[in-house]
């Protein structure tokens, strides 16, 4: 008796496209989510212009009885500058791609360079910040580079120093619920930090009663951020794993190396994201019509404006960390 | 015919030995003539390289070289290797900050040591390398280590960014004062288990003007600021301190203030002496005088001191001069007064700038034969093309 057999008569066709792409990994982007929005109107030139007003001085001194005014005070301003920049990319996808592919290549390369686009607005800032605020080297760790890795009083330090700047916080406190476990946030400034030091917060000692509290010890997180890891003292932890990392930047006593972290904290309006007229995200598809006498190409590309300014230098630090533990990588 | 190449040809006189060429694109070809070196004939000169990027051997990407050798009157083949310590034509992206080049310590290559000699009062302070650095002026790198002993040695100069200023083949120096009894000198040849090293930051000015590592202050009825890299800074910039506690003045830091609670205080650029050296309007003639001696135990958790631009009171852009164009754009300083052009249109002097771009960059590399020659020196006149072709067979 004969048994039919794919060895004998296999399949016509041998392949099926699962019905969903994969997904493609992709940093959360905490910069742009934290960064103050402004848009500079069409025909507006090159740059956009902040203005800040300087605070009067307080009258303490008393009139007295003698009927005569004090001097005027002339009051002052300061002035912030920041220049457009554009910047683009694209793919030539000949006609054959899209006549003969199965998987919609017109659809997923869109979203692609959507994202490569989000993703450039972010790693801007990213940098930006880097660039633009000024630093604090980490002192409170126990790992004996310069700068240490991050301990509970350099939290305490850097929201010390932001609120005697007198920054502005984004998120009220979390009251304290009775909840297994759980415990009260303060209102808060943001750190954006690096997923490669969560495993750092975890291993936080407290001092002085104040400690690491990991966002699922919140009393409740309706007002969490996807990226939010947990919170010290007055600050807030969002991680992404493209926050900035200086690699092998510092070498200790024992002449091992480290990595350095940029920790990010900031108060509302520190650093402002600018675009100019809505030109903040341009998809052009172009039609193999316009590519020459055979009209054989398409193109899909994205373009966007993008400037950013410190806005309130006082209400961001660069808190530089290195790292307690290897990563398990 | 093709429709989507990239080509692109200029002219420039050279200033060393190696150059950075800005254009829209990354070249996959660039091929260049010096032409003084074709004009004189004379022997370990280059008088024209060429360079694909897609010609691997060997795990490196050379640059093929045409030049007078040992004979003025003939003309020989020679190649430049392409390695990073000795590189002919490449291209680069400037797009990402925190990119570093390899690292320089104790036998990472052959002959790799370096040692720190302690400055006179208010520096420079001088690096000398084995070998030859590679490095230009204008040029920033960051030291990591640089323990002498575990107690002992120069770890307050650990990711520091510095310009250099090269003084010889082996030689540069950094613009800081390490004269005080806390510095030692450092060897990392004879340093306790060879604790040192050096990198050069590769893309230090892609945003600007920024903050800036302060190595001096000097105080009078204004008060000038010298710092360890370019400031970047222009006259009537805006500008905040943040001096830590054990750098001495602090009575410059914007805040807190004591007499309008919460009012920052800053001073304005009154003058740019050069890239790491401005003068701000600020009166620190009774301030405390600045440390810069600070002790190796206090290292750990260190802060250095900054200027930070936070603002500008011009209204104009960059105004014209010889050879410049009409509407110039804003430029950054490197090294001394020497102007830098960023691709962008004009803006206001003083605004927050993008300084990202790519191109293509030549090398200080020896021809591997030759031994000597380079592709150009200072004040040669170089052409050059560079293509990005739709089709490059192999890719």
Redesign the interface.
Known sequence: MSITTTGSLGPMILQSLAPAMLYVPTPTMNYITICDKVSMPANGG??C?FMRP?????PTVQLGNSGIDPPAQVPQR??????M?FFGTGC?INEQVILQDQEGVLAWVSERLAVAMRQAED??LR??I???????????GSN?????NLGITDFSLVATTLD???AYKFMSGILGENRFGSGPVRSSYFMLSSTELQSDFDQMTSVGGVAFLNQWNYPNNTSCLPSEYGNVANIRILTSSEA????????????V?ND?YYNSVMGKQAITHINQDGYSMNLIYRDPYY??MLAQ?ATLAVKFAQ????TQ??AIRNV?STRLSNLGV | MSEYNKMAKGRFTATGTSAVVQLPFQPDFVELWNYTNIATAAVNSVTRAWWDKSLIVANNNPTMIELYSASATSLVFDTIAGSPTSAGIGTFSAGQLLQFGPIYKHESVASADFAIAKSGAGGPTTVTTDTAHGLQSGDVIIFEGLFQTATTGMPQLNYVWFTVTVTGATTFTIPWDTSGANYTAFDSDTSTGNIGSWRKVLYPYIYFPGTTTISGITLGSTTTIDTTDAHNLVVGQEVAFRIPNQWGTVELNALPNTLVPGSPVYGYVIAVTDYNTVVVNINSSAMTPFVVDQTVASVPGLSYPQIVAVGDVNTGGVQISANSALYPPPYYVPIGTTRVNTINGPAIQGAFVNNTSQGFTIGSGVAVVDGTATIMQAEDVIEWRAFYHDISLPN
Not at chain 1, 78 to 83: G, T, V
Not at chain 1, 130 to 140: E, K, R
Request: net charge negative; hydrophobic share 40%.
């Open positions: 090159t740059t212009r300087r605070a009067l001085t307080p300061d002035i912030i500058d920041a220049q920049a030539i790693l801007i940098d930006y880097v660039s633009a605020a000024s630093q604090l080297n980490a002192g409170g004996g580079y310069n700068p240490t005697t700047n007198n900035p990392v200086a690699r092998n930047a510092v070498q200790n006593n024992l002449g190396f350095v590519s020459g190409n400037a950013q300014a410190l230098d006082t530089l």
